[in-house]
């Protein structure tokens, strides 16, 4: 997410952080490379032109340029501001009973799957959500949510076949909620391709029912410049209480974030960031901001670690290592560890720094699948026991993944100098420095690791 952006705003600083000394003119070059690298990344234009307007002008200041590392200052200026630009008004969901939450937004934005997703959320944090199916248009949207619903086990209602008045079914749903002992009732509605008079006119009376506490529009991250047409007609509209932004993962741009969260002056709450039902982050405007500018997120790190990692498992995993008897299997139960963090890129992306020392490097979540189709393709006496590998059998194993015989061969070595290091002492510190390099000599990833 943002990657055009992060990349185009941390060459600039680089630049910056190269001068001893800073000019007017040097603040001004830099800040028109920002602000393309804005309007790049779609963000729209009024919102680019204010925002640097409010950076130049802080930069300008005579504690910036007397001071001894001014190029720092400026980033320190510019993650401020776009801290404040994406919210510095944060707020938590409103679930005072009767906790109601209105799910709107344009067709194929994702407010079906957004609503399970939710709900799911909820839940882990101890609230018991009831998912209500509103898309009296699209019966689709209906089974797609009576499916997500029994994924992930939470209780749904759905219309009468045919049915057309969306307030009757609303009746009828907070009737069915009473006796479901819920503390939250999301209402997934229909969407348009274009906002249209029969949409909003049937969203006002809903919301006029419903009276919600909160009111959030479903926005894809890559609507680009239509964001803000979309963001103000919805909030003129029903009074929107908050963002959530889909498809953060595949959209390297990000712009739409920045511009519907300024022209509507509400917070972003929430940002999915993948297709798996617990792929619905808390939207944190400061980690994000630090992501941004190549800063890591290492509570972001932390918290993903938290939700993925089995703490029995983990130990289990220590112990092995310690005693050198880790195998393939464990590998693999490792990588799909690390595909439920969000994949390698996500992980390098909230480590600060690591951004830098990664790039050139494969590292990006093609080698992992490489690595884990050699490993499926082997026996379970050949994860066991990677010794006896042999020719014929790395011939069979390379055909079984689709991977050519050298990687085959790059794999095993790679996994036999692991086990050695494992031996000797200090072995993990020895790993982690050959590893990670946060800025060290001979640092980054060991020669051939990767496909």
Request: hydrophobic share 40%; glycine share 10%.
């Amino acid at each position: 997410m943002f990657d055009s952006l992060s990349d185009n705003l941390q060459g600039t600083f680089k630049k910056l952080r190269g001068h001893g000394k800073l000019t007017e003119k040097n603040i001004t070059d830099a800040m028109r490379e920002i602000r393309l690298a804005l309007l790049e990344a779609d963000v729209e234009f009024s919102v680019a032109k204010t925002f640097i307007s409010n950076v130049k002008e802080k930069a300008m200041g005579e504690t910036v340029l007397k001071s001894i590392k001014p190029g720092e200052q400026i980033v320190k200026i510019f993650h401020d501001e776009l801290t404040a630009l994406l919210g510095g008004d944060m707020a938590d969901l409103d679930l005072n009973p009767p906790a109601r939450i209105l799910m709107v937004g344009l067709n194929g934005a994702g407010k079906t799957t957004t609503s399970a997703k939710l709900a799911l959320k909820l839940r882990k944090e101890g609230r018991r959500p009831l998912l209500i199916a509103c898309d009296l248009y699209r019966p689709a949207a209906v089974d797609q949510l009576e499916t997500l619903a029994k994924q992930i086990d939470i209780p749904i209602f759905k219309p009468e076949p045919g049915e057309k008045d969306l307030v009757k079914v609303a009746k009828r749903a907070l009737k069915w909620a009473e006796d479901q002992n819920g503390t939250v009732t999301i209402f997934d509605t229909a969407g348009r391709q274009e906002i249209d008079e029969e949409l909003v006119e049937e969203l006002k009376k809903l919301h006029a029912f419903l009276n919600p506490k909160e009111t959030l529009l479903v926005a894809d991250s890559a609507t680009g410049q239509q964001a803000v047409s979309v963001a103000e007609h919805f909030d003129e509209a029903v009074g929107i209480t908050g963002l959530v932004l889909t498809k953060l993962d595949g959209d390297a741009r990000g712009g739409a974030a920045l511009s519907m969260r300024t022209v509507t002056q509400k917070p972003i709450k929430y940002a999915g960031v993948g297709e798996k039902m617990s792929d619905l982050e808390a939207f944190d405007p400061e980690r994000m901001a630090g992501r941004i500018l190549g800063m890591g997120d290492v509570v972001g790190l932390v918290e993903a670690a938290a939700e993925a990692i089995d703490e029995k498992e983990a130990m289990r995993m220590a112990e092995k290592m310690k005693k050198a008897t880790f195998d393939f299997e464990d590998f693999l139960s490792q990588m799909r560890m690390m595909k439920k963090m969000g994949g390698m890129a996500n992980i390098m992306g909230m480590i600060p720094g690591m951004k830098d020392q990664m790039k050139g490097l494969n590292v990006d979540d093609d080698m992992l699948k490489h690595t884990e189709a050699i490993i499926l393709s082997m026996t379970p006496k050949e994860r066991a026991r990677p010794e006896i590998i042999n020719a014929s059998r790395r011939k069979r194993i390379a055909k079984g993944s689709g991977m050519t015989v050298t990687k085959v061969n790059q794999l095993l070595k790679q996994f036999s100098m692991m086990r050695k290091m494992m031996k000797k002492k200090g072995a993990m510190n020895q790993m982690m420095k050959q590893m990670g390099g946060m800025g060290g000599k001979g640092g980054g990833l060991p020669k051939g690791f990767g496909f």
